[in-house]
């Protein structure tokens, strides 16, 4: 029986220690908490919720759906 | 003279089983400390690894189980209590031997903390047997074994 093919598995991670440098601006990230979605990041960071798609486009390769993020998940905020 | 050569022969053996038995203690010993790190006075140490289907903002797991279906989520949460640089990393795999997922992540922690690890599969995972092993800086600090059940 062949293995089963695991190379589209998706993994992440978050912490509530800080990460070093987590104070720079570059390279700002967000760890996704319950009840959050990109508009409402969006808002939350840039103050327009209409820049979602911005945090969409520079987390393309963990996000596949735009209406539906994890949890748990850390994006990149460009 | 035969006879004393076969005893000093026997004696020879028994020194080597000796020798060989206390080694392998020693080093046994050395394993079971994992889990902890000592850089200059501070410590970390992994206390608690939680699995479950969903995570709260303190991440802590909001849904504990050890058994899964295919399109879950699955969460670990991973406790430490020290204050040092420290890299936690886990590996995930199936029946023992197929790797599903590694990962780890560098933590800077103040006291007690959580780090949670997650992984996904568009598709679903495959029903069987999983475990996970979490490590700190490169040492096994645990392990958690799972079910994904249709």
């Known amino acids: 029986m062949p293995n089963p093919d695991f190379s589209n ?26 009840g ?3 508009s409402k990041i969006a808002q939350q960071v840039y103050g327009n919720m209409n820049d979602w798609r911005k945090i969409y486009d520079a987390n393309r390769d963990i996000i596949q759906n735009p209406d539906l993020i994890h949890p748990g998940q850390t994006l990149r905020l460009p | 003279m035969r006879t004393r050569r076969v005893s000093l022969l026997a ?21 079971r400390a994992g889990g902890e790190n000592r850089a200059g006075t501070n410590t970390i140490s992994v206390t608690d690894i939680e699995l479950g289907r969903g995570i709260n903002a303190d991440l802590t797991i909001k849904d504990k189980t050890t058994t899964f279906r ?9 406790a430490t209590e020290g ?25 800077h922690p103040t006291g007690a903390t959580r780090t949670e690890f997650h992984i996904s599969k568009p598709d679903g995972f495959p ?24």
């Open chain 2, 70 to 78: 295919p399109s879950d989520v699955v969460y670990a949460s991973v």
């Open chain 2, 83 to 107: 204050a040092a640089p420290a890299t936690l990393g886990v590996r995930w795999t199936f029946n023992d031997n197929q790797v599903v997922d590694t990962g780890d992540r560098e933590i």
């Open chain 2, 11 to 31: 004696l020879g053996c028994a020194s080597l089983v000796i020798a060989a038995a206390c080694g392998r203690k020693a080093s046994g010993g050395e394993n």
């Open chain 1, 9 to 34: 598995v998706r993994g992440g991670s978050s912490s509530t220690a800080p990460d070093q440098g987590e104070s720079s601006q570059q390279g700002r990230s967000y760890t996704v908490k319950p």
């Open chain 2, 127 to 150: 029903v069987g047997h999983y475990r996970l092993e979490v490590t700190l800086n490169g040492a096994s600090a645990g392990t958690k074994e799972f079910d994904v059940q249709k």
């Open chain 1, 36 to 38: 959050d979605s990109l």
